[in-house]
């Protein structure tokens, strides 16, 4: 059985001061505690000759049967390659053996997963999961964002769509006719240069991504392009579509105010269709949960402006009809008077 160094100190401290205090022998003491005497007796002349005992398991410190240099090598180029991205460690085994790369064990790609700080497999979900919170205090806090499928023909095409959650604006979308992680990132990347997030001479503070646990969310190549332009992912709850109200809510207002009164026969045409819806929405449509301003005024933050001449403005239309109103009034009561 193996004992660990700190273990193997204690017994010989224990030993020493049971043979010192009673007066038994080393013989005795070894019987009792079922250790081999001769075992015993090398662990004191290693501690004499070495001043203490040595940690780690005994053996060689490299097995035989280790991964070479280049075969190591090998491994990692396998797991910095994207299109692998989100195989788990026992799939990679497998891939690698069938393709010729290398033959290495599960075990061996999972320690090097691990080395390289790569997530090597989907956790369980057992734990409850609790609501998000998302209370943004101003624009490019929080986003949410989703994908959704719309008929054409007798094909789907697949709309992914960022909104944002404090202004309500369309910051990007993109229509694919597949909807893998790369068409995400497509969307994604409009969005960042539209709202000025990347290629800029400062880093600024990216948003928070709200979404469901959709593949092309959760997948690990998607987690890490999160992870690579810092942004962090936050998810809803299971069958939960209330959690990520935003955007969907907004899939529903373009599919049922827009595109259900179109005709369209064509990618290019759905396309400029919701092109024209996008800029509709953010520029032309009062929302309600916004005062009834604009998602454009209120991103760009024209809506503290807006809404005050607003009520200025009916403020001093009141004041006018009440002004007018006690003057007829006035003239009115008089000549009934006389």
Same mark, same amino acid.
């Given at each position: 059985?193996?004992?660990?160094?700190?273990?193997?100190?204690?017994?010989?401290?224990?030993?020493?001061?049971?043979?010192?205090?009673?007066?038994? %022998?080393?013989?005795?003491?070894?019987?009792?505690?079922?250790?081999?005497?001769?075992?015993?007796?090398?662990?004191?002349?290693?501690?004499?000759?070495?001043? =203490?005992?040595?940690?780690?398991? *005994?053996?060689?410190?490299?097995?035989?049967?280790?991964?070479?240099?280049?075969?190591?090598?090998?491994?990692?180029?396998?797991?910095?390659?994207?299109?692998?991205? /989100?195989?788990? =460690?026992?799939?990679?085994?497998?891939?690698?053996?069938?393709?010729?790369?290398?033959?290495?064990?599960?075990?061996?790609?999972?320690?090097?997963?691990?080395?390289?700080?790569?997530?090597?497999?989907?956790?369980?979900?057992?734990?409850?999961?609790?609501?998000?919170?998302?209370?943004?205090?101003? *624009?490019?806090?929080?986003?949410?964002?989703?994908?959704?499928?719309?008929?054409?023909?007798?094909?789907?095409?697949?709309?992914?769509?960022?909104?944002?959650?404090?202004? #309500?604006?369309?910051?990007?979308?993109?229509?694919?006719?597949?909807?893998?992680?790369?068409?995400?990132?497509?969307?994604? /990347?409009?969005?960042?240069?539209?709202?000025?997030?990347?290629?800029? +001479?400062? @880093?600024?503070?990216?948003?928070?991504?709200?979404?469901?646990?959709?593949?092309?969310?959760?997948?690990? +190549?998607?987690?890490?392009?999160?992870?690579?332009?810092?942004?962090?992912?936050?998810?809803? @709850?299971?069958? %939960?579509?209330?959690?990520?109200?935003?955007?969907? +809510?907004?899939?529903?207002?373009?599919?049922?105010?827009?595109?259900?009164?179109?005709?369209?026969?064509?990618?290019?045409?759905?396309?400029?269709?919701?092109?024209?819806?996008?800029?509709?929405?953010?520029? $032309?449509?009062?929302? +309600?949960?916004?005062?009834?301003? %604009? *998602?454009?005024?209120? =991103? %760009? $933050?024209?809506?503290?402006?807006?809404?005050?001449?607003?009520? =200025? #403005?009916?403020?001093?239309?009141?004041?006018? @009809?009440?002004?007018?109103?006690?003057?007829?009034?006035?003239?009115?009561?008089?000549?009934?008077?006389?």
């Amino acid at each position: 059985m193996y004992l660990s160094a700190d273990i193997k100190e204690e017994l010989m401290k224990t030993i020493t001061d049971i043979t010192g205090t009673y007066r038994v %022998t080393l013989e005795f003491c070894c019987i009792v505690l079922e250790l081999n005497y001769d075992r015993y007796k090398r662990w004191v002349r290693l501690c004499n000759k070495e001043g =203490h005992m040595k940690k780690g398991k *005994p053996g060689p410190k490299r097995a035989p049967h280790a991964l070479l240099d280049n075969e190591t090598a090998k491994m990692r180029e396998l797991l910095r390659n994207e299109e692998h991205a /989100d195989l788990s =460690h026992r799939q990679l085994s497998v891939v690698a053996s069938e393709q010729g790369i290398v033959e290495a064990s599960p075990s061996s790609f999972y320690r090097e997963m691990k080395k390289m700080g790569i997530e090597s497999c989907k956790k369980g979900n057992s734990h409850i999961q609790e609501k998000p919170e998302v209370k943004p205090e101003k *624009p490019n806090e929080a986003w949410s964002w989703d994908l959704t499928y719309i008929r054409l023909g007798p094909f789907f095409v697949y709309l992914f769509a960022i909104i944002d959650i404090y202004s #309500r604006k369309i910051v990007g979308w993109h229509l694919s006719f597949n909807a893998s992680v790369n068409e995400m990132k497509k969307a994604w /990347d409009k969005a960042l240069c539209q709202e000025e997030l990347v290629r800029v +001479s400062k @880093r600024p503070e990216m948003p928070l991504a709200l979404s469901d646990h959709g593949i092309q969310m959760a997948k690990k +190549s998607a987690k890490q392009f999160f992870k690579d332009l810092g942004i962090k992912q936050l998810f809803a @709850r299971y069958q %939960t579509p209330k959690d990520n109200a935003w955007i969907e +809510s907004w899939f529903r207002t373009l599919k049922y105010d827009c595109l259900q009164f179109k005709d369209y026969i064509t990618f290019e045409q759905l396309k400029q269709f919701i092109a024209a819806f996008v800029t509709y929405y953010n520029n $032309g449509r009062y929302h +309600s949960s916004l005062g009834y301003v %604009t *998602p454009a005024q209120m =991103h %760009t $933050g024209d809506s503290i402006i807006i809404l005050e001449k607003r009520r =200025h #403005r009916k403020a001093k239309a009141r004041k006018n @009809r009440f002004e007018k109103n006690r003057e007829s009034f006035t003239s009115e009561s008089l000549r009934r008077v006389a």
